[in-house]
Each structure stands twice: as C-alpha cells, then as structure tokens.
Nanobody, 116 residues
C-alpha cells in the first residue's frame, strides 16, 4: 500500500510565496513522474507541474515563471515552490505519483488560499 503525504498549504496574501511538499512511502516501486494538480471550486482538476525521475519538468502556462517543481528521488519527495501567488491560484492542490509499473497514487489534497 502506498501513502502520499502532502503538506505546506495555507492562506497567503497575493504576491506571497508558499511551498508544498509531497512524500510517498510504503510498498512502492520505482517512481517515474511526480506532479501537482489543482482543482478550484466549480472547475476541473488541472495539471500544475510535473517532473520525471530524470529531472525533466513541465508546467501549466498559467504558472510558468512563478512556480518551480523539484524532487528528491532518494526521499521519494516532490516540492512545489510557488511565488508571486495570485487569487486565481486558490485551489486544492493534489500530489500525483506515477510508477514505472504503470500504477499511480493520489494524495488527499491540501488547500491553498490566496487572499488579502
């Protein structure tokens, strides 16, 4: 069984920073891609950023230049550094882990609220 533990969400003022962390543990095989998705009220879940085990990253256009994804393969952990946050970044952020075996796991989500 795989456990996904997310942390770092909260309330932040517009323009401020926030850092999310996600650690995978348990009976896991090699992890291929780790990523972050978000879902705002009334909207579909969307990809924010993802990174492969080799370090190749991709971002949603809306966060390019503001968000940075990174990972520690030894710790099965992925981070999302979010800078210059905007109210439209408000959403529940979900960690997603894809394995070389083909399976995937999701975290329970962490709320990010950008408001003054």
């Amino acid at each position: 069984q795989v456990q996904i533990a997310e942390s770092g969400g909260g309330l932040v003022q517009p323009g401020g920073p926030l850092r999310l962390s996600c650690a995978a543990s348990g009976r896991i095989s090699s992890i291929y891609v780790m990523g972050w998705y978000r879902q705002a009220p009334g909207k579909q879940r969307e990809l924010v950023a993802a990174i492969t085990s080799g370090g190749r990253a991709n971002y949603a256009d809306s966060v390019k230049g503001r968000f940075t994804i990174s990972r520690d393969n030894a710790k099965n952990t992925v981070y999302l550094q979010m800078n210059s946050l905007k109210p439209e970044d408000t959403a529940v952020y979900y960690c997603n882990v894809n394995f070389y075996s083909g399976g995937e796991s999701w975290g329970q989500g962490t709320q990010v609220t950008v408001s003054s």
